[in-house]
Nanobody, 126 residues
Framework: VQLQACGGGFVQAGGSLRLSCAASGDIFSANAMAWYRQVPGKERELVARISNISGSDYADSVKGRFTISRDNAKNTVYLQMDGLKPEDTAVYYC?????????????????????WGQGTQVTVSS
């Protein structure tokens, strides 16, 4: 299973970017998908999360500006980022809580596993 993220880039303050992250492989379903971000010297922080049970939730710093959505048929999560600020500059990582085929000896079983995508840089200039 792999997560492939794309959509980062350079934008001026007030601008918009849309990130996408597609999960591929032997996937049965996605329990939850999320976006995190990290700047050098700081811990990775949750930006937005969308799950089958609790819907979507956001970090206070992005509420009203960012929108997370997902396409279950494509196992893809999106992050629409509007009104970008310089403090949004970070490497953004996608995360997925998936139900996948896991090996057990010569057999396979359906189980839960966590996956991370490669980071994508978002830079917002003032």
């Amino acid at each position: 299973v792999q997560l492939q993220a794309c959509g980062g880039g350079f934008v001026q303050a007030g601008g918009s970017l849309r990130l996408s992250c597609a999960a591929s492989g032997d996937i049965f379903s996605a329990n939850a998908m999320a976006w995190y971000r990290q700047v050098p010297g700081k811990e990775r922080e949750l930006v937005a999360r969308i799950s089958n049970i609790s819907g979507s939730d956001y970090a206070d710093s992005v509420k009203g500006r960012f929108t997370i959505s997902r396409d279950n048929a494509k196992n893809t999560v999106y992050l629409q980022m509007d009104g970008l600020k310089p403090e949004d500059t970070a490497v953004y990582y996608c995360y997925a809580d998936l139900v996948v085929a896991l090996p057990s000896g010569t057999m396979w079983y359906m189980g839960q596993a966590d996956y991370w995508g490669q980071g994508t840089q978002v830079t917002v200039s003032s």
